[in-house]
């Protein structure tokens, strides 16, 4: 019987520039987010090493797919940011093609974590990626980073406004997330792991 995963069992594994340099894989789940969303912070403190994702002061640096190996064959994957501005348009429809075919396309992908900041929620960026996915019928949880930078009532109105601005997505879940605080920590790695428990126990061999 296979373990469950556990997301501090994580190891980096190998960067992908092309969709054929992809790994075999059974499961796997991918962080997406804006450039500067606190995605590679949120990573990092749900595998609770502090230099897993690389975090950088500069948008759009991580221009890879970069995958972190849970146990064999099972993985979290970590997206290239998207929507910094100062990239060449040639780079971005590049990232934009490759993060549209993988999302579509990869069988082994079992949900996906889109991290937004909390102070400015579902951009137009944000919902184009709840577009690509949404025809996978995969499930998606949202990370409303940075919370702590809100007061208590404007996460409380931050979280009501994203959820009912999602309402009729029935696969898509929210919540309140903050890397410096650890909110919401617990509930999104857990989150996590039930999917690639149930997809392991559920489909063993899964290619990708």
């Known amino acids: 019987m296979t373990a469950k995963p556990v997301l501090n069992r994580a190891q980096f594994h190998t960067s992908v520039a092309q969709l054929r340099d992809l790994p075999y894989s059974r499961?796997?789940?991918a962080f997406a987010g804006r450039s500067n969303a606190g995605k590679s912070s949120a990573?990092?403190?749900l595998t609770r090493k502090n230099r897993?994702?690389?975090t950088s002061k500069t948008p759009g640096r991580t221009q890879l797919i970069n995958f972190f190996v849970l146990e064999p064959d099972t993985y979290l994957v970590d997206l290239p940011g998207y929507g910094y501005a100062k990239v060449p348009p040639e780079v971005k429809a590049k990232w934009e093609?490759?993060?549209s075919r993988y999302l579509q396309g990869?069988?082994?992908l079992v949900g996906m974590v889109l991290i937004m900041d909390a102070r400015h929620p579902l951009?137009?960026?944000?919902?184009q990626m709840l577009e690509w996915f949404a025809p996978t019928g995969k499930p998606v949880h949202i990370l409303l980073s940075k919370a702590d930078k809100l007061s208590n009532n404007e996460k409380a109105l931050?979280?009501?406004r994203v959820k009912a601005e999602l309402a009729e997505q029935t696969n898509v879940s929210v919540q309140l997330f903050s890397s410096l605080s650890r909110l919401?920590?617990?509930e999104a790695a857990a989150l996590i792991e039930h999917w690639l428990s149930a997809a392991v126990t559920t489909h063993p061999v899964v290619a990708g």
């Open 27 to 29: 499961a796997e789940v």
């Open 158 to 160: 931050t979280l009501r």
């Open 43 to 45: 990573i990092n403190l």
């Open 97 to 99: 093609g490759l993060l």
């Open 184 to 186: 919401g920590a617990d």
């Open 106 to 108: 990869r069988e082994a």
């Open 123 to 127: 951009t137009p960026l944000d919902r």
């Open 52 to 54: 897993l994702a690389f």
